[in-house]
């Protein structure tokens, strides 16, 4: 075979890409030369073609194999990888578009029309409960406050309805007690649906939850501790969501917020409150899946994923 119909295997391919598009290669200055130089005689440029096919396919680099450079294509492969990249590329920076529109720029849902004209929160005598009982009933929403303690609740329902009226002067908020970690739990939750009954709940937040007092291993995490985050976290959640859901499902709208904790979520694990993030982690797959289950029933559930506010009991022991 001539040298002039030497193959061009893949080899030479790959020496002939890299000789020419690597900038640190040795031969990377001497491919300038390669577009600037004057063409080679047929016979040099015979001889040349040999030496680069042969040093191409033995070695890639070399600086007599520049000049056949000026034509050269990147092997399909790379083609293939770079629009991988972009592809890859352009999808984050759209995913993060659109998270920045949805936490910055989007105008709030018109909850009342989209989703009904209650909303019911468990837990809301104190913390992100409470607060959230407030923008709720501030969005144009009449609230049902769940909680433990008749006194507290009495105290921030007539807070909330004081704030409410000066904008709506028909605002609602009507309470109900209930302790989820007490053995009558399941029976008051049933209660609660029939309290529920009639009126049209939109959006219900599934607040109620509780960690640890403090960090600790988890043989030494007592029957108490273990009943209480069970109950709390996982049990007043499951309870509370299968009393509401119906009615959403009747009127074929509504919304769940159930709340998780960036310790399940985000952490790859949170040692020292292995029961808490296991409870956690129990909400958030909780959601997920009645997010599916209820999305074409015109249901949205989200799992919002807290992160590090101190909560109440812990504010309570420092004495602040
Ligand atoms: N704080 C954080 O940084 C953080 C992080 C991740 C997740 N979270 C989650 O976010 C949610 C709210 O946290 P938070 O910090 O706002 O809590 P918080 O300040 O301790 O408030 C908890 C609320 O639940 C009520 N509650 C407690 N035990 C109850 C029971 N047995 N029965 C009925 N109600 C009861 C409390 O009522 P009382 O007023 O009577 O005590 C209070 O209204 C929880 O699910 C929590 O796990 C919080």
Not at 54 to 74: F, I, L, Q
Not at 129 to 139: K, P
Not at 201 to 214: Q, T
Request: charged share 20%; aromatic share 8%; glycine share 6%.
């Amino acid at each position: 075979m001539s040298t002039d119909e030497q193959p061009d295997t893949s080899a030479t391919a790959l020496g002939r890409y890299f000789c020419c598009h690597l900038p640190s290669s040795p031969t990377a200055q001497s491919s300038k030369r390669c577009a600037t130089l004057p063409p080679p005689p047929p016979a040099a440029a015979s001889s040349h073609r040999a030496n680069h096919a042969s040093a191409g396919a033995r070695r890639p680099v070399s600086t007599t194999t520049t000049m056949a450079c000026a034509d050269a294509r990147p092997p399909a492969w790379a083609l293939a990888l770079a629009a991988l990249g972009l592809l890859a590329s352009a999808r984050a920076a759209a995913r993060l578009a659109l998270w920045v529109y949805a936490v910055f720029l989007r105008p709030a849902k018109p909850l009342r029309r989209r989703y009904g004209a209650w909303a019911v929160v468990t837990g809301a005598t104190d913390g992100i409960g409470r607060a959230l009982a407030f923008r709720l009933a501030a969005s144009g929403l009449d609230v049902v406050l769940v909680g433990r303690d008749p006194d507290k609740l009495a105290a921030v329902a007539a807070d909330i309805k004081a704030k409410a009226k000066q904008r709506r002067p028909d605002a609602e908020v009507r309470t109900f007690a209930v302790d989820f970690t007490a053995d009558d739990a399941a029976a008051r939750v049933v209660a609660l649906g029939e309290f529920l009954r009639g009126l049209d709940v939109g959006v219900l937040v599934n607040n109620v939850g509780a960690s640890y007092p403090y960090a600790r291993y988890f043989h030494e995490v007592d029957e108490e501790l273990a009943r209480r985050l069970i109950r709390l976290n996982v049990e007043a959640v499951t309870r509370v969501t299968h009393a509401v859901l119906p009615g959403m499902v009747e009127r074929r709208r509504g919304a769940i917020v159930n709340m998780g904790s960036g310790a399940s979520a985000v952490m790859p694990s949170d040692p020292l409150y292995t029961v808490y993030v296991a409870t956690k982690a129990y909400v958030d797959q909780f959601s997920r899946c009645l997010y599916v289950e209820y999305k074409s029933k015109g249901i949205d559930v989200q799992c919002q994923i807290e992160w590090r506010r101190a909560p109440s009991y812990l504010w309570f022991q420092q004495g602040t």
